[in-house]
Nanobody, 127 residues
Framework: QVQLVESGGGLVQAGGSLRLSCAAS??????????MAWFRQAPGKEREFVAA????????YYADSVKGRFTISRDNAERTVYLQMNSLKPDDTADYSC??????????????????WGMGTQVTVSS
């Protein structure tokens, strides 16, 4: 099991940017063996996939709604995954959580694929 702690959320105007971080600790596994992902959940809505970065070669995957605006990256030495969010829209308002799954090679967009989750960080985009 790995502990995940998100940071970097906040209030931003539409068109602005935020950078979220997710720091991992506590696992006996090497961080680089985890596929890492970001999900978000707005009030009254289901949890939604945002982006993932594979353990295998750092391949990235994005939801269509954020493609071209968000960038996921990882720093294996720092055991951290990032989500750079640009051109933010009010529809991006949600609680953002990171998730981890060891050696995950498929179904990146499914919450059930991930066994470890952080508590989340709130992102609010004002119009």
């Amino acid at each position: 099991q790995v502990q995940l702690v998100e940071s970097g959320g906040g209030l931003v105007q539409a068109g602005g940017s935020l950078r979220l971080s997710c720091a991992a600790s506590g696992s006996g596994r090497t961080f680089r063996t985890y596929t890492m992902a970001w999900f978000r959940q707005a009030p009254g809505k289901e949890r939604e996939f945002v982006a993932a970065v594979s353990w295998r070669g750092g391949v990235t995957y994005y939801a269509d709604s954020v493609k071209g605006r968000f960038t996921i990256s990882r720093d294996n030495a720092e055991r951290t995954v990032y989500l750079q969010m640009n051109s933010l829209k009010p529809d991006d308002t949600a609680d953002y959580s990171c998730a981890a799954a060891p050696y995950k090679d498929n179904n990146y967009n499914l919450p059930a694929s991930y066994g470890d989750w952080g508590m989340g960080t709130q992102v609010t985009v004002s119009s």
